[in-house]
């Protein structure tokens, strides 16, 4: 929630909100199976 709160300067729906979070663990996510996996 941290990184969100320094970047609320409008109003957004809270599913944009969500989706951006969800996405950013994906991204994460991929990112650390693909080093796990070397």
Do not use: T, W
């Amino acid at each position: 929630v941290g990184q969100i709160v320094g970047r609320m300067n409008e109003i957004r729906p809270v599913a944009d909100i969500i989706a951006e979070l969800v996405s950013g663990f994906e991204d994460a996510s991929k990112r650390l199976d693909s080093i796990r996996e070397g």
